[in-house]
């Protein structure tokens, strides 16, 4: 079972894509350790028990490159940390 975050519409509207990452032993779920962020700042967006149901959630994002690209856990860190607000 996924655990999907519910966005505003002015959140969806900003969102760039989502890229993913394993945050087991970070945050979250440990049972859903495979989470889509935002390419741009790394909002949280969804957690998923395989990698394959976080692409396939990422892919909904559009066809950007940086969707479904798999990041660890410091990139996360570095963009929430220092958002890509271009």
Partial sequence: MAEIRDLTEE?????S???IVNALG???NPNL????????NCMFLGAFSTQ??????AKKFGNDSYNTQVVDWGTVV???TNPNTN
């Fill in 11 to 15: 959140e969806m509207n900003s969102i």
């Fill in 17 to 19: 894509g989502g890229m």
């Fill in 26 to 28: 970070h945050e979250g």
């Fill in 33 to 40: 350790p495979w989470e889509v962020v935002a390419n741009h």
């Fill in 52 to 57: 394959k149901e976080a692409e396939e959630y």
């Fill in 78 to 80: 570095r963009l929430r």
